[in-house]
């Protein structure tokens, strides 16, 4: 069991990505299948305002810290995370411990044609790797067991759902008992970064926890998002009183 932070009712994690990973390798080992979720402060103040949604966070079964908001909100809390733990570089991790191990991973979203390319990248960058298989994010509620059972026809070690917080989310909670993946986690937009889509930001940007303001100058449409930010922020420092 690791320790828990408590941030406005989301419980998170206190891990670096080492032990996130220590912990991932272990539920490879093991069943049934297990839920990661990598909460920012957007999804967090959109879980305070959906119990439902706070309620599957919670109920994963690893919850890292992504969004340096959540570092900082730590820091005010004064049970600071050691380290952000983003969703794209705990990907990237497992990949290679795949790679290694000689896994498989099955990537489920984003627009056609997206996996497919996100695929081609990682097995060019980690051959050993099995693509268990693709399929896009353009599906109906309709479709949706019948997506469950091509996953399980392959069994992969771990599946990666791109459909967009919360949506990928709520996705994984309602099939999570019906998956034969061991491990399984929302991704967001990082397939259209391996696809090549999107690209990530500098390790300037990173370094300096500044990856929230290059993705808002390639996506200027995410402005809208980013005012869940200093509420955030606001809710922390004012936390109990408010």
Not at 25 to 40: A, D, H, L, R
Request: aromatic share 10%.
């Amino acid at each position: 069991m690791t320790e828990k932070l408590d941030v406005l009712g989301a419980k998170i994690d206190k891990v670096v990505l080492s032990e996130a990973m220590d912990i991932i390798k272990e539920y490879f080992e093991g069943s049934p299948c297990k839920m990661i979720v990598t909460p920012n402060p957007e999804i967090i103040m959109a879980a305070v305002k959906d119990p439902e949604l706070m309620d599957i966070i919670n109920n994963a079964d690893l919850v890292v810290p992504d969004g340096i908001g959540l570092v900082y909100a730590s820091k005010i809390m004064r049970q600071p995370f050691k380290e952000r733990v983003t969703g794209i570089d705990l990907l990237e991790a497992v990949l290679s411990q795949l790679n290694h191990s000689g896994g498989s991973v099955y990537l489920l979203g984003s627009k056609p044609g997206i996996s497919e390319r996100a695929a081609e990248k990682m097995t060019g960058q980690y051959p050993k790797l099995q693509i268990a298989g693709t399929y896009h994010g353009y599906f109906s509620k309709e479709e949706e067991e019948e997506i469950i059972h091509r996953i399980n026809s392959v069994s992969p070690d771990f599946l990666c759902v791109a459909l967009g917080s919360p949506k990928q989310e709520r996705f994984i909670y309602k099939y999570k008992d019906m998956l034969k993946a061991k491990v399984v986690i929302g991704v967001g937009g990082s397939l259209d970064v391996w696809a090549g889509e999107l690209k990530r930001a500098p390790v300037f940007y990173r370094k300096y926890g500044l990856e929230w303001l290059y993705r808002l100058i390639q996506q200027p449409s995410r402005y809208k998002r980013m005012a869940a930010l200093p509420v955030f922020m606001m809710k922390i420092i004012f936390r109990g009183k408010m």
